[in-house]
């Protein structure tokens, strides 16, 4: 026992502190961002796709006949079921097995999409590749072509425009639902060849003509690569109607009022950071059982003074406004200077884009359900009236007489010397531009003029169709 203790205490280890790393993870910042400020991701992503690589064939070999001497009807009745046991084309030459084609890449428009969020989770799709000629190096009548993935198809919202990221170059609008574009093509599978002696070929080509002549041409064997494609998705929402005003305006509450959309309601300014959808109800004029289409209104955030420099949100989201077929201004009846809001909604759309303002209008003005609002409404429905001319009014000055009870045009001015359809390049003064087509008053909150709203809404869209 002695001797064990004198061994033990002469024995001494080191201690190892092993520490574990963890691998830092660039995407959770992104991510992080991605939840907190999804209002500043939704319409725009980049994405890299790739196709599936091609299968690849096989190099077989002719089998060996048999050594074994049969009888002559056996011999010719075995030579029969071997000639008809492999796949041949009609005019009898072999077919032989080919590698799979690799998976194509397809973006498709999908209505139960909203957003480009889920796009960001994973911005890399690649597609299956084709599978293997599956051979033992023999020719056989066992033999099959490749595997053939299925296509992959990844989903967009429905108005996203498709480009690529470099160069720029549009490859399509997938504006309506079910629209679909191939972006990047699967490799073709790769031939089949027969090695066989010198001495057989020229008898064996009569047969196929995929007979290899030399070790170059195992180059056919291979499947091609698939493309790989990078691309850059802008989402522009497809709406007939789009609302346009000042943070707490209404906007939201008006949509929820008309719609069964129900987006954020908050006594704040900018509680919508992204555009809200909601479809309106069919036009009752049709009647029960007469067709009747369902526009499509969409709510934009808030414009202030001064976007176009990047104040408040900015302007990028006027984007969504390219499709609409109608703009509706909501206007707080009740602010200090309803007019000159109206006014700077303008010179906003303006400042981003000249040919908004060539585009119908009307005007709302919300919340008269307050006293204030009440009492001035008529002044500032006159006053709004006044600033534009009515020469490119869609359905001319019976569509105002019928929407504002403003005979012969009047109290509109008409531009003095200036045709409607002069260069966006030249500068415009606003009253150059239409006029609005309607100014109604309603209250979102008690329900107050929407059925003279909505009436206005369907006047206005029947005469963009019936000018186009």
């Not at 397809?106 to 480009?116: F, Q, R």
Request: charged content about 25%.
């Amino acid at each position: 026992m002695k001797a064990g203790k004198d061994v033990g205490t002469c024995i001494q280890g080191h201690v190892i502190q092993c520490i574990l790393t963890k691998v830092k993870d660039s995407s959770i910042p992104f991510l992080h961002n991605l939840e907190r400020e999804p209002h500043k991701y939704f319409d725009h992503v980049v994405i890299t796709v790739r196709s599936g690589d091609g299968g690849h064939g096989a190099v077989l070999s002719m089998p060996r006949p048999r050594m074994q001497v049969k009888s002559p009807w056996r011999k010719k009745k075995e030579k029969e079921k071997r000639k008809g046991s492999y796949r041949r084309d009609p005019d009898g030459s072999l077919i032989l097995p080919m590698g799979g084609h690799g998976g194509d890449v397809v973006l498709y428009a999908d209505e139960s999409k909203d957003s480009l969020l889920e796009l960001h989770q994973v911005r890399r799709y690649n597609a299956k590749r084709g599978g293997n000629v599956d051979a033992m190096g023999v020719l056989s009548p066992m033999l099959h072509d490749g595997f053939i993935p299925p296509t992959l198809r990844i989903p967009v919202p429905v108005g996203t425009v498709v480009k690529r990221k470099r160069g720029g170059k549009l490859l399509a609008d997938l504006a309506h639902p079910g629209d679909q574009i191939l972006v990047a093509k699967g490799g073709r599978g790769g031939i089949s060849l027969v090695e066989t002696s010198q001495s057989n070929r020229s008898q064996l080509r009569a047969v196929n003509a995929n007979v290899m002549r030399d070790k170059s041409d195992k180059v056919m064997v291979f499947g091609q690569q698939g493309e790989e494609v990078t691309l850059e998705l802008i989402l522009r929402i497809v709406a007939d109607v789009g609302l346009v005003g000042l943070p707490n305006a209404g906007k939201s509450s008006l949509l929820a009022s008309v719609t069964l959309a129900k987006p954020e309601i908050a006594n704040y300014p900018f509680t919508t950071l992204m555009p809200n959808l909601g479809c309106l109800d069919g036009d009752p004029d049709f009647g029960i059982w007469g067709f009747s289409s369902r526009p499509t209104l969409a709510d934009l955030p808030g414009l202030i003074k001064g976007a176009h420099l990047g104040k408040g949100l900015g302007r990028t989201f006027l984007r969504h406004l390219r499709r609409t077929r109608l703009l509706v201004h909501v206007v707080d009846a009740s602010a200090d200077d309803p007019v000159q809001d109206y006014r700077t909604l303008r010179e906003e759309l303006c400042m981003y884009n000249p040919n908004y303002l060539e585009r119908p209008h009307m005007v709302v003005l919300n919340k008269l359900d307050l006293p204030e609002a009440k009492e001035r409404f008529d002044s500032l429905s006159k006053e709004m009236q006044q600033i534009g001319s009515l020469e490119n009014v869609p359905g001319g000055v019976h569509m105002l007489v019928e929407g504002n009870d403003c005979e012969d045009g009047e109290g509109c001015i008409n531009s003095e010397g200036e045709s409607a359809t002069t260069s966006l390049k030249q500068e415009k003064m606003m009253e150059e531009y239409p006029c609005p087509v309607a100014v109604v008053g309603i209250s979102a909150l008690k329900g107050i003029g929407i059925v003279d709203m909505l009436k206005q809404i369907r006047l206005a869209l029947k005469a963009c169709e019936t000018k186009q």
